[in-house]
């Protein structure tokens, strides 16, 4: 997994509610049985205006001019701003690895959905949740300003506007200890091996029809 | 102290505990799927690990398969390679059970799964789809994870996770005839919002919970991701016992005495205090449609389109409007105009038994209308399917102009063939409306087995009491 330490980072804004995984990536890409190559279909039905399959060469298809993501202003962006709920709907992990294929890096919305949210982690993609008022007055400024750039520090756990306004984030210890080094978790996982093998043969032993 | 249900599933399968909370779970039931699967089992071969319990492991091929001419195989090659995988990752695995494409109890793994007893009270269940939360409805901590967790809990056998809040929702008295679980599963998100349940394990509980059957609570713990929860639950039961009694992999002898007494003791104190708790009452859940592109955008049989002006909000006045645009829908128009395309019955929410019993009691002896292009019948697995066919059912929907399939998730999320054209409109009793589920522009409407029977023949939404 990439590390993730500091961050500045052009913002694209995706001002819609409930944006679900089907948006993020149809169902029709699921069929890969690779980990990558998801980032030209990331948000497949609302960037292209004719209907995308699996092997298409994504530079030669018509894209939608009023999307966000086709907007030349917004080429690089490595921030997502979105709105409540991001993220609902399946649990495909190929949502994270559209969103970090394309060149996303962060994502900052009100709320997201609990799966999806778990997902980023695992993919070097930091979630971080503002809360409403923050998040509509970064979608005020980035409106208002062409290259509008946010810095996240996750070992300060702030975000910080061009202005220098700071907003703090919450993150837990694990999960913010595994970004800032890259880790994977089963490596660490397979570190309480020891404990797994103790807690399994007392939960055979007292629920043997479990095994 | 007193302990919700919830904190008995979580308590007894917590391995480790991080200061900050974070917590190793062990995992009792890993359901495994083609769709979410393949690049876990690609990643645990590049680490050089091996599956730490294989025998958890339960797994069939569902939602690329076709459900008609299952003679010709899979045509799409892409979705052929990715079935091929499962099989390949599953041969010499030692999994407990894999029904392979074709396979006499193939089927969707959430349904599968239950009916072979293989999903029990007090167990985790894990499964690379969120709609794991239905075996909430055992008495089991059930939810969705990603790829990377499918891949963790092969070679860990646990999974990392945080104790989320408890929610409990409350349905007190009797519901109405014609109004099911689905039902109430589309009123609970109604009034709490997609989001409303993010964060949290939500318990469902109250003499109409008790009332359900198990195809009933599945459907119920099925939705509950769909309102935003981590997972659903319902305390076990003599629905409960009496479902699992016999099943394939529940105990037998004097392990089942000892289960069953163990799972007696699944339920929240009375005592147990919940973070949040919502109160309905079963008598004022009417048959539920949804009209809009999101679960929570869902009304009662009897209401009418929302009208954006009305919406103060400018974030869900815009969403709205969005909604009316992509469903081709005016505002203010009743329900019951909406005139529908096609019908799909299936998917995990809605292809049980049960529901094709009710979906039929309302077919029978009846035609589904000339304007109606087609109404796809999907039962939840081979079992299932056999079931119908020995009652019957399958005659009722056949002599009605319906199409009987084979099973699989199909147009529920329309990876296979099964789909809509752009613009079509389809009473569905799947779990999602989201734009382009069914189909690139497709139209759905979420809706109970008998309100998208009841509109297969009339053509278009009616309230299913009106015709009981
Ligand atoms: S039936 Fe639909 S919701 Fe259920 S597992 Fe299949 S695709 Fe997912």
Redesign the pocket.
Known sequence: MKKFDLLDGLVCPLDRANVDTDAIIPKQFLKSINRSGFGPNLFDEWRYTDHGEPGMDCSLRPKNPDFVLNQPRFQGAQILLARDNFGCG?SREHAPWAIEDYGFRAIIAPSFADIFFNNCFKNGVLPIVLPEETVDSLFKECAAQEGYRLTIDLAAQTVTTPDGDAFPFEITAHRKHCLLNGLDDIGLTLRHAEKIKAFEEKRKAEQPWLF | MAQTLYDKLWNSHVVHQDEDGTCLLYIDRHLVHEVTSPQAFEGLRLAGRTAWRSKSVIATA??NTPTDNWDQDIQDPIAKQQVDTLDANLKNFDALDFYPFKHEKQG???VIAPENGATLPGMTVVCG?S?TSTHGAFGALAHGIGTSEVEHVLATQTLVAKKAKSMLIKVEGQLGKGVGAKDVALAIIGKIGTAGGTGYTIEFAGSAIRGLSMEGRMTLCNMAIEGGARAGIIAVDDTTIDYLRGRTHAPKGENWDKAVAYWKTLHSDADATFDTIVEIKAETIDPQVTWGTSPEQVLAVGGKVPNPANEADPVKRGSIERALQYMGLNADMPITDIRIDKVFIG???NSRIEDLREAAGIVKGKKKAASVKQVLIVPGSGLVKRQAEEEGLDKVFIEAGFEWREPG?SM??AMNNDRLAPGERCAST??RNFEGRQGAGSRTHLVSPAMAAAAAIAGHFVDVRDIL
């Open positions: 399946s | 569902d939602h969707i793994i959430h789809d709609h998917s995990c929410t998730c529920c999320l799947s779990n």
